[in-house]
């Protein structure tokens, strides 16, 4: 038995998990593997094969092995579900060059009575040099925008995005592009366009090449900033087309340029933009598809998703070795940032080096590192990182918060660091696409289709052509929310160091989630919430839940194929699938013990349920598709405790984010919502216009929360001085140039 399942076998008492199975997944020839917990009330001894079908993608088909489960009768104590396995828009033109930084400091943690202080290890790394050990996946080097490159780089200081922006302060600060202006342009669909003023002679990065042994790449162009987010938000240019040649039809203009194949993870985001546009040298022209008022901080800026730019030269090399445009950016980056690339190997160990030495500085002083090299390893097991840390072969590790207290209890041995947004974990009810027509076009989105999410009754997806079925299936969906206590995940899986949610994308510790707008319903101390002090809040009710299930709202004419038929819920019953999403290691990590806890929770409620965790490259056509009816337990774009209330909020949940990545349901409130937050300047019209929204999600159930998680990082105090983090929207680390060690280490 797991040390986990030990530990918390009391405080989620009412979960038990069978055995977890691998079986092969065949997709295209090649074999994944899948890993399925079945959920039951007692394991029984005897084993047997059992074809049992989970819907993935469209095109996917798998085949799992699992455990035949016998209903018990007998009373038993059952045991934990585990499984190893805003922007302020500003009409002036921003001139300051200044970064400023305001750290987010993490919360004091507590200790458990009983836990022992690890002493200091004596580090194993050498002078000069920290080493990270990250749950990964690290992949392999690539520096290819629409092949899911440069979405990251600007994390971990290998890249740069045009803007800076601090999420306390709603300031936008200059990084590549140094000012910028929003224009009208009457062929834009929003009639709007922003202008980007680029900063003239960044170098990119020395990387050499076969015919380019010097590795110079030139310096920072419009083209350069153009052409990455063209790439980044479309794909593959067309062969022998001029990319900066422009007519007035936007629209055309793309389509006769790129093949759109982009897998960039804003791709969806970046739907918004028409295609970026070079006026001159140092000009880049933004119209937009659809205005939001945080292009600059979510899109284009540092703590947001945005983008790193790449350069264009690098992006055209070929030779007998990379014969086309992007193959030597596949495995190359080359890049801006204060960090390049001296070694990467794959899913083990990425080696980053400063580019400056001496006396040399970056044309942003601040962003000179203070580290000469920083190691990453990869590490998925928390129990590996762990026994690194606590060994010295590593000076930092990201560490889930229940393994926190050993480190940290002495005050002072390890340190401790956040960039600040926890990360919400919530249900996103996939399949329940209630858009008819696409937002911009106006094209049937044929999401009555044969094969598509409504070729089944599912019991959480309503169909939008029957009101009977709409309510049915927020029924179900409430019914679902309300079966989990939230309060003992936390205090199980977190040790009471993460925050129960409720709705995702905001927190329930902000004053306008309050009931009076200052008494908190969450104790942290006692780790308990008074949902009664909430305006929004799923109130742990297993009974409330199974009489919503077998009330006279839900007919129950579901698809109930592979429940049990007996039971509390009856013939009501339903068998579902939860996945666990890619946040904080996917399956093997914090993430895939919530989605079990989930699992042992709905099997109480009396559902036959499995938790699904398996590659996230293999889900995310799904959601990118809209083919996905599964429930998925993820943060889903904006599932950060450090978002601003005012932001807009949903656009992944609606037709605009066509062709990429998606939440799995599609709503015409949200829609409506949304393009109104996106283009409301004034930030508190802008919250009452989220407030509106979270009611609408919290009515409707699609994305009930479950905890927010801290991204805590631990470091050895002997070996790094400090690592000063401001407030992140989405990355779990950044600003890697403030890394610290300690003098001659």
């Known amino acids: 038995m797991n040390i986990l399942r030990k530990r918390y076998v009391r405080p989620l008492a009412g979960l038990m998990l069978g055995s977890a199975v691998v079986a092969s997944l065949a997709c295209g020839g090649g074999e994944k593997i899948v890993e399925v917990t079945r959920v039951v009330e007692k394991q029984v001894a ?57 750290t987010a400091t993490p919360s004091p943690i507590p200790v458990p009575k009983g836990i022992e202080q690890v002493p200091a290890p004596a580090s194993k790394s050498a002078v000069g040099t920290a080493v990270f050990a990250v749950p990964g996946p690290l992949n392999d080097e690539n520096g290819l925008c629409r092949a899911q490159a440069c979405e990251g780089t600007h994390y971990n200081g290998i890249g740069e995005a045009p803007f800076f922006y601090d999420v306390r302060t709603l300031k936008d600060s200059p990084w590549i592009a140094t000012s910028w202006e929003l224009v009208p342009d009457a062929n834009a669909v929003a009639g709007t366009a922003v202008v980007l003023k680029i900063r003239k002679g960044i170098p990119f990065q020395k990387v050499p090449a076969p015919n380019n042994a010097s590795g110079d790449w030139g310096t920072v162009s419009a083209k350069d900033v153009a052409f990455s987010i063209n790439d980044s938000n479309f794909g593959t240019p067309k062969t ?77 090399y070929t030779d007998s070795t990379f014969k086309k445009p992007g193959d030597f950016v596949r495995t190359k980056i080359v890049e801006t940032g204060p960090y390049m690339v001296e070694s990467w190997t794959r899913d083990d160990k990425l080696t980053m080096k400063s580019r400056y030495s001496g006396t040399e500085k970056h044309y942003i002083p601040e962003l000179t590192p203070k580290t000469a090299r920083v190691v990453m390893v990869q590490a998925p097991d928390p129990t590996s990182r762990v026994a690194l840390l606590r060994s010295g072969d590593v000076d930092l590790a990201m560490i889930q918060p229940k393994d926190v207290p050993q480190f940290t209890k002495d005050g002072k041995t390890f340190g401790a660091t956040s960039s600040g947004g926890d990360i919400q974990l919530g249900i996103f009810f996939s399949g329940n696409l209630w858009e008819t027509k696409h937002a911009i076009t106006g094209d049937d989105l044929k999401v009555f289709a044969s094969g598509g999410v409504y070729q089944r009754d599912w019991p959480w997806i309503g169909d939008p052509r029957k009101d009977d079925d709409m309510e049915e299936a927020r029924q179900v969906r409430w019914a679902l929310a309300e079966s989990i206590n939230r309060d003992e995940v936390n205090r199980a899986l977190l040790g009471c160091l993460g925050t129960p949610v409720h709705v995702e994308y905001v927190s329930i510790k902000h004053e306008r989630y309050l009931k009076d707008g200052k008494t908190q319903g969450y104790d942290s101390a006692k780790c308990t919430t008074d949902t009664s002090k909430l305006k929004w809040g799923y109130k742990f009710d297993v009974a409330g839940a199974r009489a919503r299930i077998n009330g006279d709202k839900v007919q129950g004419n579901y698809d109930t194929s592979g429940a049990p038929g007996t039971g509390p819920l009856g013939k009501r019953a339903f068998e579902v699938s939860v996945y666990a999403g890619p946040e904080l290691g996917g399956g093997a990590s914090v993430t895939g013990e919530v989605v079990d806890a989930i699992a042992g929770y709905w099997t109480d409620l009396g559902l036959r349920v499995f938790s699904l965790k398996f590659a996230y490259q293999t889900f995310r056509p799904s959601v990118v598709n809209r083919t996905n009816t599964i429930p998925f337990v993820t943060s889903c774009d904006k599932g950060r405790e450090s978002n601003p209330w005012f932001f807009p909020k949903g656009l992944v949940q609606t037709s605009l984010s066509r062709g990429g990545f998606s939440c799995g349901f599609e709503t015409p409130e949200i829609l409506r919502l949304y393009q109104a937050a996106a283009v409301e300047k004034d930030p508190a019209k802008g919250a009452q216009l989220v407030d509106e929204y979270i009611q609408y999600m919290y009515d409707q159930a699609l994305m009930p929360g479950v905890v927010a998680v801290p991204d805590l990082i631990l470091f050895n105090s002997t070996k790094v001085k400090s690592w000063q983090m401001p407030p992140s929207m989405t990355g779990s680390f950044h600003y890697t140039w403030l890394l610290e060690l300690q003098p001659g280490k």
């Open 46 to 102: 005897q084993t047997v094969v059992v074809e049992k079908p989970v819907t993935v993608e469209k095109v996917v088909q798998q085949t799992v092995q699992v455990e035949k489960v016998v209903q018990q009768t007998v009373v038993v104590e059952k045991s934990v579900a585990q499984t190893v396995v805003v922007e302020k828009q500003v009409e002036k033109v921003v001139q300051q060059t200044v970064v400023v930084v305001q």
């Open 240 to 316: 022998g087309v001029d990319l900066f040649k422009y007519s007035t039809d936007y629209k055309k203009d793309v389509s006769d340029k790129y093949t759109l194949d982009s897998i960039h993870g804003q791709a969806g985001d970046f739907d918004v933009f028409h295609e970026a546009q070079v006026i001159d040298d140092q000009t880049v022209k933004i119209p937009f598809i659809s205005f939001t008022s945080i292009w600059l901080a979510d899109l284009l800026g540092q703590p947001g998703q945005a983008l790193s730019i790449m350069s264009m030269k690098a992006h055209d």
